[in-house]
């Protein structure tokens, strides 16, 4: 191995423990949250260049304290902006932290409106990147269908069909995972029958 894919990997290794450790609340005995998030960024920016993926998602997980544990939108925004600026149009390494992302808003701070956002881009990233048939879309689709069931059902429907269709096409019958899926579909149809009833 390469000394340069060495730095790669240790820096793709640094930033998901950062990720991890934001995501959960959970400072290290090295520092505060906001400290091992600019540590990593410094060592990205150092080791690699300000050009280089790892220091977008260095970036990213800036801008994820800053949503996550500091509420503060605006500067959360001003850094994912600063990551997608480094990417361009290759944008794919951000989707696994706006993934994240949604689903922290909507298990952890049980606020399924604002894991949309990231869980969008997400999706969006991820059908510009990846193959039509990618396992990846269908997680981060379920997860995208669960934050909207409460205000936009028949998307979430339309989600999970879809994630549906790519587990089919690439998992074999009988799966635990399409199990699940169309179990969650069925719950959702169900849902939106309630809906529609209770709005007649």
Known sequence: MSADQTL????NAEND??????LKRDP?????????AERARDMAANSLGTGHPAYAVALQNLGLYYD??????????????????VLK??????????????VFHHLTSRDARRAQAPLGEALA??????????PRLADTMIALAHAKRETEIHAAIALMEEALRIQRARI??????????ENRLAIL??????QAQDGG
């Open 172 to 181: 074999a019958p009988g799966d635990p995972a399409i199990l699940d899926t």
């Open 68 to 85: 996550a544990a500091e509420n503060d939108s605006a500067k959360a925004n001003e850094l994912f902006a600063k990551a997608r600026a």
């Open 8 to 11: 790669i990997e240790h820096a």
């Open 17 to 22: 423990w950062v990720r991890a450790r934001i």
């Open 28 to 36: 290290p005995v090295e520092g505060s949250l906001l400290k091992i």
């Open 125 to 134: 990233i991820q059908r510009r990147g990846l193959g039509s048939d990618d």
């Open 189 to 194: 149809h169900a849902l939106a029958r309630m």
């Open 89 to 102: 149009d290759d944008d794919l390494p951000l989707a696994y932290g706006f993934y994240w992302l949604g």
